[in-house]
């Protein structure tokens, strides 16, 4: 069965930390892995995309890396702000235009 | 910004009334797709049309739902005799065809709620 799983459910840092999330997904067959942001009441916007030859890559102070031999993804949050406070949601391409998306984390940055 | 929007924003119904949501995709986005997004979860989809063809549907779209897809522009997603369990939010998603490793662009849904 294809699945995305994404941990921890939810996480408080204060601002100014960095912070990893983390994805592990079983998808066949496996095209892409994407993170998105959505903040509440808004819909996800796409921060990264990475194929399978793909390890890493950046969009600002978000870092996502891809480990398609374990099939685990991370998103890592660096020098966090207020406005960081969201879900970040794992989503893994199947294939032409299909996607298998996870729960999401809830990410909670104070001041 | 020309991004996908969504129309309403909000809904408010009683059970047992129809209701249709519109989405206006990205004007050069061939692909468009429907999500339904309940409290703490990620996206579930729902169908997805390239052009004007309705080519993908998930189990969870019951007989009450119909989505259409006219010239391959906008779109509606209509519920039939609503029911107090389809209170979610509505997602509509464009992509272009082209490179299927191109993100989804996400409107910000519609939230519907049923008395």
């Known amino acids: 069965k294809n699945q995305v799983e994404q941990s921890p459910q939810s996480l408080i840092i204060l601002e100014g930390k960095n912070c990893t999330l983390q994805?592990?997904?079983?998808?066949?067959?496996?095209?892409?892995l994407r993170w998105y942001k959505q903040d509440t009441g808004r819909g996800p916007v796409s921060l990264t995309i990475?194929?399978?030859?793909?390890n890493t890559k950046s969009n600002g102070r978000y870092t996502a890396t891809l480990d398609a031999d374990t099939k685990q993804s991370s998103l890592h949050i660096t020098a966090s702000q207020l406005s960081d406070s969201a879900s970040y949601i794992c989503?893994?391409?199947?294939?032409?235009?299909?996607?298998?998306f996870g729960a999401g984390t809830r990410l909670f940055v104070k001041a | 910004d020309t991004g996908v929007s969504q129309d309403p924003r909000h809904k408010i119904t009683k059970r047992g009334q129809n209701v249709t949501f519109r989405c206006d995709p990205i004007?050069?986005?061939?692909?468009l797709y429907w999500y339904r997004q309940t409290l703490g979860q990620g996206p579930e989809f729902l169908t997805y049309?390239?052009?004007?063809?309705?080519?993908?549907k998930s189990r969870l779209l019951s007989d009450r739902f119909s989505a259409e897809r006219p010239k391959g522009s906008f779109s509606t997603l209509e519920i039939q005799r609503t029911e107090q369990g389809d209170s979610a939010m509505y997602l509509c998603?464009?992509?272009?065809?082209?490179?299927?490793?191109?993100?989804?662009?996400f409107g910000d849904g519609t939230r519907l709620s049923i008395l």
């Open positions: 049309f390239q052009n004007e063809a309705q080519l993908e």
């Open positions: 994805c592990n997904y079983t998808v066949s067959p496996f095209s892409n």
């Open positions: 998603a464009s992509s272009f065809q082209g490179d299927s490793n191109q993100p989804q662009h």
């Open positions: 990475m194929t399978f030859s793909e």
């Open positions: 989503v893994a391409g199947t294939g032409g235009f299909k996607t298998i």
């Open positions: 004007s050069e986005h061939n692909r």
